[in-house]
Nanobody, 121 residues
């Protein structure tokens, strides 16, 4: 599976952004998809995950209520809608795929290349 993330940029606090991750290669539908992020000088951290059917989603406490993960299996794409952005959301955001995804990065089988989100105060 090849993953291509896009949609990052520079925004102000309180603004919204939508990240997209297009998948190609092996069957996208059967993979759990997720988003992680890595801020400068920090370890990569879990943001959100969504099951293959979209029936189950899990969010990090830091983004719960502000971010929404979704997927369109017909388009082989997963999205991350980010609202009410804060400066502490500044990071490189990575999409991820695997048979299951948890907060543990070792559960990820495939990584996208990352897209930078910068939130100014």
């Amino acid at each position: 599976v090849q993953l291509q993330a896009s949609g990052g940029g520079l925004v102000q606090a309180g603004d919204s952004l939508r990240l997209s991750c297009a998948a190609s290669g092996r069957t996208f539908t059967y993979y759990v998809m997720g988003w992680f992020r890595q801020a400068p000088g920090r370890e990569r951290e879990f943001v959100a995950t969504i099951s293959w059917s979209s029936a189950y989603t899990v969010y990090a406490d830091s983004v719960k209520g502000r971010f929404t993960i979704s997927r369109d299996n017909a388009k082989n794409t997963v999205y991350l809608q980010m609202n009410s952005l804060k400066p502490e959301d500044t990071a490189v955001y990575y999409c991820a795929a695997g048979p299951t995804i948890t907060v543990d990065t070792t559960t990820v089988h495939y990584w996208g290349q990352g897209t930078l989100v910068t939130v100014s105060s």
